[in-house]
């Protein structure tokens, strides 16, 4: 019943697992195959955008193998997900992967503003020893968030005689529901992401815009217009919104969990042995559904869009095959 509640119409899930499992392959592919050309290659192992988008790789792969055949076992049984230890393992791996690569891409913005607008100390500022200490920070930053939340998260009160979430796959809204709704959890969780997720923003925003101007400034005496370097901010500003938007997404069920409340998020079931039973409402169905499509997104179009673009990249695919 509550797998019905969130996809009443039979003749959508083998479409759905049609569409998971080719974007689960596909993530797949080609991450392990930029992985394996990155190591194959030693003149491009030693360059800080190339460690970081190593760093970007696996945290994809953790996030792809956590996530997605989680969905593509619910919808292949026709079932919502059982509350048990993969449960568990599923959101604190699914939670430290996602901040990885949030954080990781504010670093490889970074990077790209420093090897464009202070070239001369480029490699003065990000050292082999500063590298590592910034990749070992992101994944220290993860961890403990994804840690402090799931202790938080078991303040609440479990409904340990349901063995069965409202969802699809243990994402925060139905692991919290599922705990009873512990609030310092879901401030925790709301106030963290929000401030990583504002800093990837302005971040971006600002080592992009930095380098739009510094690019336009330098054909400004030719009396022409760089149209290469409005391109290519448009463009890796269009593939940032793609990558952000299952955190879009999120930011905007938080929200109408906080102004519109549990009640306009759950709706009651039929009412049997005296008992009214929860179900997810349109809205939280719609949300569920949209994020668990845009969580496999990122690590799909990730290697294309910082791997194609360089030529180098390019070079070590061809030469691997």
């Known amino acids: 019943?509550?797998?019905?509640?969130?996809?009443?119409?039979?003749?959508?899930?083998?479409?759905?697992?049609?569409?998971?499992?080719?974007?689960?392959?596909?993530?797949?592919?080609?991450?392990?195959?930029?992985?394996?050309?990155?190591?194959?290659?030693?003149?491009?192992?030693?360059?800080?955008?190339?460690?970081?988008?190593?760093?970007?790789?696996?945290?994809d792969l953790i996030q792809t193998a956590t996530l997605s055949p989680a969905v593509i076992h619910s919808l292949v049984h026709r079932r919502t997900m059982e509350f048990n230890t993969w449960c568990y393992v599923q959101y604190f791996a699914g939670t430290a992967s996602i901040f990885s690569s949030l954080v990781t891409i504010t670093c490889m913005a970074l990077e790209r503003y420093l090897y464009v607008c202070h070239a001369i100390h480029y490699l003065g500022i990000l050292t082999q020893v500063r590298l590592w200490v910034t990749l070992s920070l992101i994944w220290v930053y993860s961890i403990s968030v994804s840690t402090v939340n799931m202790v938080l998260l078991h303040m609440g009160?479990?409904?340990?005689?349901?063995p069965t979430t409202r969802g699809l796959l243990c994402e925060p809204d139905m692991m919290e529901q599922h705990m009873g709704f512990p609030r310092v959890s879901a401030v925790f969780r709301k106030v963290v992401g929000s401030f990583t997720l504002l800093l990837c923003l302005l971040?971006?925003?600002?080592?992009?815009?930095?380098?739009?101007?510094?690019?336009?400034?330098?054909?400004?005496?030719?009396?022409?217009?760089?149209?290469?370097?409005?391109?290519?901010v448009l463009f890796y500003?269009?593939?940032?919104?793609?990558?952000?938007?299952p955190l879009l997404i999120k930011a905007a069920s938080d929200a109408l969990w906080e102004v519109e409340g549990t009640v306009a998020m759950t709706a009651r079931a039929s009412e049997g042995n005296s008992?009214?039973?929860?179900?997810?409402?349109?809205?939280?169905?719609?949300?569920?559904?949209?994020?668990?499509?845009?969580?496999?997104?990122?690590?799909?179009?990730?290697?294309?869009?910082?791997?194609?673009?360089?030529?180098?990249?390019?070079?070590?695919?061809?030469?691997?095959?």
Not at 237 to 245: A, D, E, P, T
Request: aromatic share 10%; with cysteine; proline share 5%.
């Open 203 to 232: 971040v971006y925003a600002f080592s992009y815009l930095r380098m739009y101007r510094d690019a336009r400034n330098a054909v400004i005496p030719f009396n022409a217009v760089n149209n290469t370097a409005r391109k290519t």
């Open 237 to 245: 500003c269009g593939m940032l919104f793609l990558q952000l938007l």
């Open 157 to 162: 009160t479990e409904r340990k005689n349901d």
């Open 1 to 59: 019943c509550l797998f019905l509640s969130i996809i009443p119409n039979g003749h959508a899930v083998p479409a759905l697992i049609c569409i998971f499992v080719l974007l689960t392959l596909f993530s797949f592919l080609v991450n392990g195959l930029t992985l394996f050309g990155l190591g194959r290659s030693e003149d491009l192992s030693w360059e800080p955008r190339f460690a970081f988008l190593k760093n970007l790789i696996l945290s």
């Open 275 to 321: 008992m009214m039973e929860t179900t997810p409402s349109a809205t939280a169905v719609v949300l569920h559904m949209s994020l668990l499509m845009m969580l496999i997104v990122p690590p799909c179009i990730n290697p294309l869009v910082y791997g194609l673009r360089s030529a180098e990249m390019r070079q070590a695919r061809r030469s691997l095959f």
